[in-house]
């Protein structure tokens, strides 16, 4: 399918952060989970821009489930200086995903830690009219659903995204299981965000995290994406973490220029 976003500017800063969210306070949030701070785009525009991060990926976060209003509204004002991956049920009309594609959206989300109404049966039903428009599948998931993910990408044409280091937190056996289904995961394709360190039972500065992030490196190869997790939900809105404290740990783990090559990765997934 030939849509295509406005080009990118080439005066801007090349790097990507492929993870962040902003929140509209005045938006209706789910009932049951958290209400979060007014987060606009600008914010993490200025910030990221200070860090050398030109390009952003607004990834729809649970609190809104389906609705994807402020994420659209959000790469509206871009000029298609950046990508979105939205969560959708089954039942989107073609025209709407049409409209997706061409105000930036690559990508679906799938959520299996904090569920928000879409599954692996909405994952199959969407597949064939993702693959249509170069979208992929992005998985938030803990290690044990890594060997499901594995089973429902077999045969589909999406291309699987794995959030958060796949998962593999920094308590997980090195003969764990889950290794075994990213190594197949690998086998497939699949691309893996470097990004929310402090979700995977480590702290700041995360060195826990540095035999991980190099093991799935080298399964990975050069599919490999970084992202903030910026405004960091996690946190207290007055405490949250400096922005290249979150970047520090690629750059630790697997050396400068590697961490550059991954930071500037996202122009080909998000193309």
Known sequence: MALTAPPFSPALPQGWDTHVHVFDSAAPAQAGHYQPVHRPLADIEALAAAHG??????????????????LLDALAQSSGRHRGVVVLDGTVPDAELDRMHALGVRGVRFNLVSPVGNGPETMKTLAPRLAERGWHVQWYANPEDLATIVHLHQGTPVACVLDHLAGLHGLLPSDDRAWQALAKLAGQGAWVKLSGWYRLQASAPYGL??????????????????????????????????????WEPVVNALGHEAALRIRDAGARLYA
């Open 209 to 246: 995290l540095h035999p991980a992030i190099t093991r799935v490196a080298a399964h990975m190869g050069d599919r490999l994406v970084w992202g903030s997790d910026w405004p960091h939900t996690s946190f207290a809105p007055d405490a949250l973490p400096r922005y290249a404290s979150v």
């Open 53 to 70: 991060v030109g390009h952003l990926v607004l990834v729809q976060p649970s609190v809104y489930g389906t609705d994807n209003r402020v």
